[in-house]
């Protein structure tokens, strides 16, 4: 069965600090899709990036990195030098190509504050 | 580009009363996913709508039901409200590509409380 475990339930760093989200996933697919979501307080689910599980490259965008592990399976998302605009509840999220690529499974969200 | 719309943003429901919120998709994107989220439950998926048919279904029971217009546009409905109905419900759109999985992208949520 599929499952995204998001360990830190809430974090705290002071501004410019980087700060790493970890993710981890289980699945049985080989096709397969991993994301990252940002949710400010206005609730609207922001999307930040997306892999496919045949595409290992970490990636890097501005201030916001990910590193894609399969052998570890995880998706840790790392911003480097905080700011208090990233203070939102951050979402990792799977879907498989089985059960629908549509279908988006959720980790329980990460929240991050961002102390000025 | 208009993102995806929701209607209402807020919602007070009686219990046992029925509900329907409104979505409409990105232009252009044909596919329509319908989400919860609870404080308790996390981010649910509910269903997915493709050309006006259910494509997928999550584990939610037949109270909950969907539709979507040829136009793309999608409503939920919620028949027999419940206290543990009271939720964010989200509705995400994306882009079917061919052969490649397309990022869903979220309205702003319809908050629903049942009293």
């Known amino acids: 069965a599929q499952k995204v475990t998001q360990a830190q339930t809430e974090i705290s760093v002071v501004e410019k600090e980087d700060v790493t989200l970890d993710c981890v996933y289980e699945?049985?697919?080989?096709?397969?899709?991993l994301f990252w979501y940002k949710q400010p307080p206005s609730g609207e689910l922001v999307f930040l990036i997306r892999r496919n599980s045949f595409d290992e490259q970490n990636e890097i965008s501005g201030r916001y990195s990910w590193n894609f592990q399969k052998s570890t399976s995880s998706f840790n998302f790392t911003i480097t030098a905080s700011q208090v605009v990233d203070s939102a509840v951050y979402f990792c999220a799977l879907s498989e190509a089985s059960t629908g690529a549509n279908n988006l499974f959720f980790g329980t969200g990460t929240r991050l504050t961002v102390i000025p | 580009k208009a993102g995806v719309t929701q209607t209402p943003r807020y919602l007070i429901k009686t219990r046992g009363q029925q509900v329907t919120l409104s979505c409409s998709p990105i232009?252009?994107?044909?596919?329509v996913s319908w989400y919860q989220q609870t404080p308790g439950q996390g981010l649910q998926f509910l269903f997915e709508?493709?050309?006006?048919?259910?494509?997928n279904k999550g584990n939610f029971p037949g109270r909950f039901s969907g539709r979507q217009f040829s136009n793309s546009r999608s409503e939920m409905n919620v028949s027999t409200l419940e206290l543990g109905d009271s939720a964010l419900y989200l509705c995400?759109?994306?882009?079917?590509?061919?052969?490649?999985?397309?990022?869903?992208?979220f309205g702003q949520g319809t908050r629903l409380t049942v009293v």
């Open positions: 699945t049985r697919d080989t096709t397969y899709y």
């Open positions: 995400a759109s994306s882009l079917m590509r061919q052969g490649a999985m397309a990022e869903a992208f």
């Open positions: 709508y493709f050309s006006e048919t259910q494509r």
């Open positions: 232009s252009g994107h044909r596919s």
